[in-house]
């Protein structure tokens, strides 16, 4: 899933030689952003069946995680203009830090320390968006700012890929039991075995926070561009410009479509390994099932740089219309499909995931001129879809079974297809310019 920061005119305060360091060291922040997102999905089956969860409850995993989205990207602008990016991404990196740590006492101690856990992740996250993603812009030449954003998101999706595969392996035991199986057991065996499945988190999420910590080392040293801030607006006059800038269609349709899309991709996403597990669609165990999972993810990450070489002569509205279609057809086949056809028309979403994101916020943002950077804040906040989205998708699978549930993905997906069109000859008086 992409990361796009809410940024400030913002200009680097001198050239800079010798850039190779710190762009590996950004670079693999994003590769980190991917991992720990798609980490979610492994955790959402383990901890649904450790706790024995609702889907609803479940859910709250993805609520608390997107909503600090929601919550704490203002604050971190905030914070970042008063002690400066490169201390705001070591900001970030710790808090980060800490909330993979709070995973080894959640897991001695309940499902509510995992959330405020998943919460204070998310912050950190955030935290390290709004304050790297800019260095990855003057860390060389303007005029390969493109590239380099390019291949960091690359890194990002090479993370969200892996992710599933290796949560499986290190998370999901084979031997997962279920709900009539446990009731069988004394309660004494229930409680051990539950502490056993939590005791499994431990090791991994204590490995991401040292990794995270050693990055926040090498990002306190390593030497970076400063970047200062062009002059700010008044408060006025910024809310004032965040009225106005509401009034343009494209970017108001276009929020709806953030909020929707990263909703869906989600969605599916925290679903996948519960689906699979059914017995009329797979049968899988959760480690099995883990591995398909990445399948999803690397199907957008391929499907980037198919849709960068189609999109050179496809208008992007036509292109995001036909995805989303695509998307819907797959979805209907997997609801009301059955073994292996419902199993790879759900993982061939992601495929057609790829180019959604970056294709609906550029077309938000067309004609917005020095109201962009407002408008971007706008749509960055709609990511807080991935919170919601999943929620009312556990409501419909705890009243309908998950696989009629995917319904709730289907229709965000149906919103993208009208916002496609409805803006699909956007650049044709451009092209005749």
Known sequence: ME????????????????N??????????????????????????????????????????QFCFFGAY?????????????IGYQKGAVAGLITAAIGCALFYPASKSGYALFLFGFFVLASGITILQVAANPYVTVLGAPQTASS?????????????????TLGGILILSESTLGVAELAQM?????????????????????????????LALMFAFARLPKIDHAEEATPQADSESQRSVLTHPPLLLGAIGIFLYVGGEVSIGSFLINFLGEPEIAGLTPAAAAHYVSYYWGGAMIGRFI?????????????????????????????????????????????????????????????????????????????????????????????????????????????????GLKFAGMYKEDAKA
């Not at 997102?37 to 959402?44: K, M, P, R, S």
């Not at 380099?148 to 599933?164: C, D, E, H, K, M």
Request: charged residues 5%.
């Open 3 to 18: 990361h796009i920061s809410q940024r400030t005119p913002l200009h680097a305060s001198h050239a800079q030689t010798g």
């Open 20 to 61: 190779t360091g710190p762009l590996v060291i950004i670079t693999t922040l994003f590769f980190m952003w991917g991992l720990l997102t798609a980490l979610n999905d492994v955790l959402i089956p383990h901890l649904k069946a450790l706790y024995t969860l609702s889907y609803v409850q479940a859910m709250m995993v």
């Open 70 to 82: 929601f919550l704490v990207s203002l604050p971190a602008g905030m914070l970042i203009r008063k």
């Open 148 to 164: 380099r954003l390019t291949l960091t998101q690359a890194f990002n999706s090479l993370g969200t890929t892996v992710a599933p």
């Open 186 to 214: 004394e309660p004494a065996q229930q409680a051990a075995y539950r502490a056993t499945q939590a005791a499994s988190v431990q090791g991994p999420y204590l490995a991401l926070a040292a990794a995270l910590l050693l």
């Open 307 to 419: 849709g960068f070489a189609v999109m050179r002569y496809v208008s992007p509205g036509k292109a995001l219309a036909f995805n989303a279609a695509s998307t819907m057809v797959l979805i209907l086949v997997a609801i009301f499909g059955q073994g292996q056809t419902a199993m790879w028309a759900i993982l061939a979403v992601g495929l057609f995931n790829s180019i959604m994101f970056p294709t609906i916020f550029s077309m938000a943002l067309y004609r917005l001129g020095s109201r962009t950077g407002q408008a971007s804040g706008i749509l960055c906040m709609a990511i807080v879809g991935g919170a919601v989205v999943p929620f009312i998708q556990g409501v419909l699978a705890d009243a309908m079974g998950p696989q009629r549930s995917f319904l709730v993905p289907a229709a965000c997906y149906a919103f993208i297809l009208y916002f």
